[in-house]
């Protein structure tokens, strides 16, 4: 089993979890904001754990781009490029379809676009383009903790890393539990102690699927982000958990060959600009044709061709040429002029 289809494997995860988002906001979460015009008849209201899933293989990449990469612009450069060219072409979507097709209460004028392209609009407490966006602000945060404590110890220090904000996690919420006391909400939000455990669940993988033989030390990791979950969450998060750690573990080590069929390939090649794109983008083309007197599921099933075919095009045509080109450029700089010495 080749590297490159390990990968595929992942990237067939990542399109399943950004579908199973998909189907969470079309259905369940539609409903609850804007209520269908009649009711469809299946509903997806445990999609939104396709996030958690998206954490899990966020936490995997990073660990093993963290691996290859020889200096800290070379991960900068590498995250950047695969992050904001895509965003930004689903950001003026967005924005363009958003204002033509109307969806009142959501859309945001031109100030909080151009706060939208730094992609730290929330820190800020500007309203996002689509509120899918919170979870970019969580994934460039988790990078930046990452990139630190790797290059200051290495695999150890983003292992201590990680067991440290699993021991605070537990910290906040005995604190909350057992003396009604509320510790500050910064350290969560800055130290991602809400979503700390998916991402070291990811971590913990990658290193157990490597081939160098199993650490105890990566087991103890896995098992500590288990018991958090279990302690903080309730058991149904910790056994979702380890689902996805399996099934990423699984993948990771090419066992999961149904993940190979085209369509879950393609789909795990447009997953991010799928995720990027669907939900605002989605809820607008469902209130307009439910409007206009269209049965539920047609509008639904519309909503998705329109939302894959746009995640397709942005893919192909933005995505994957700017992604080469940043790299390229990068790969090929001109070295730097040596100081001559004094």
């Known amino acids: 089993m080749t590297e490159h289809r390990r990968l595929a494997q992942l990237d067939a995860l990542r399109g399943i979890a950004a579908l199973a988002v998909v189907l969470f906001h079309f259905t369940t979460r539609y409903d609850e904001l804007f209520r ?108 930046a903790w990452a990139l630190l404590s790797h290059r200051l110890g290495g695999p150890a220090g983003l292992r201590q890393f990680l067991l440290a904000c699993l021991a605070l996690r537990l910290v906040y919420a005995g604190a909350d539990a057992f003396f009604a006391v509320t510790l500050p909400w910064l350290g969560q939000r800055w130290l991602l102690l809400p979503y700390i455990c998916w991402f070291a669940l990811g971590v913990a993988v990658y290193r157990l699927s490597r081939e160098d033989g199993v650490s105890w030390r990566d087991v103890g990791l896995l098992g500590a982000a288990l018991v958090v979950l279990a302690v903080v969450d309730g058991w149904r998060w910790a056994v979702l958990g380890l689902a996805f750690s399996g099934v990423v573990l699984g993948a990771a080590r ?89």
Not at 40 to 67: A, Q
Not at 293 to 303: D, L
Not at 327 to 332: I, N, V
């Open 36 to 143: 269908h015009a009649q009711a469809p008849w299946l509903s997806f209201p445990l999609g939104y754990t396709g996030v958690n899933l998206f954490f899990v293989i966020s936490g995997f990449v990073i660990f093993m781009t963290l691996e290859r990469t020889a200096r800290p612009m070379d991960f900068v450069v590498s995250r950047f490029s695969r992050l904001y060219p895509a965003y930004w072409g689903a950001m003026l979507l967005t924005f363009a379809l958003t204002h033509a097709i109307g969806l009142p209460g959501r859309t945001v004028g031109w100030e909080a676009l151009l706060v939208n392209a730094t992609m730290l609009q929330g820190f800020f407490g500007v309203p996002h383009v689509d509120s899918v966006y919170w979870t970019l602000e969580v994934e460039l945060l988790f990078y």
């Open 254 to 342: 090419g066992r999961w060959t149904w993940l190979e069929h085209r369509v879950l390939l393609w789909l795990g090649a447009i997953s991010y600009t799928l995720y990027l794109l669907h939900e605002y983008i989605g809820w607008a083309v469902i209130r307009r044709l439910e409007g206009w007197g269209m049965e539920v599921h047609g509008a639904i099933a519309a909503a998705i061709v329109l939302s894959a075919a746009l995640a397709h095009a942005l893919t192909r045509w933005v995505e994957q040429p700017a992604m080469r080109w940043i790299r390229d450029r990068y790969r090929h700089r001109p070295p730097r002029a040596k100081t001559a010495s004094a």
